[in-house]
């Protein structure tokens, strides 16, 4: 599966943005989506993920309360909405796709296929 991930940008802290990650193939809602960031320095950070029915959703602690992940599976279109946002969200947020759940938090070598980074910046 081809990602394309999209919507990011710059916005004061406490505002709101909501990403995009449109996919392309036929078996999109076969695969469990996730979003990760990575600032600068660091690695790349799980967010928060959906299964491809889109029942089953896992959350982050950064994340938890303040973002929201959705599917549209129609669309082949997953969303990340972020509100409240910290200037310590600000990261590259990625896209990510794989065959199957997951039983433990995931971290980025679990997902196979990846968008190619939105910039969300958060002033304070």
């Known amino acids: 599966v081809q990602l394309q991930a999209s919507g990011g940008g710059l916005v004061q802290a406490g505002g709101s943005l909501r990403l995009s990650c449109a996919a392309s193939?036929?078996?999109?809602?076969?695969?469990?989506m996730g979003w990760f960031r990575q600032a600068p320095g660091k690695e790349r950070e799980f967010v928060l993920a959906i299964s491809g029915s889109g029942i089953r959703t896992y959350y982050s602690d950064s994340a938890q309360g303040r973002f929201t992940i959705s599917r549209d599976n129609a669309k082949k279109t997953v969303y990340l909405q972020m509100n409240s946002l910290k200037p310590e969200d600000t990261a590259v947020y990625y896209c990510a796709a794989r065959g199957s759940w997951f039983l433990t938090t995931p971290v980025a070598a679990d997902f196979s296929s990846w968008g190619q980074g939105t910039q969300v910046t958060v002033s304070s």
């Open positions: 193939g036929r078996t999109f809602s076969s695969y469990t």
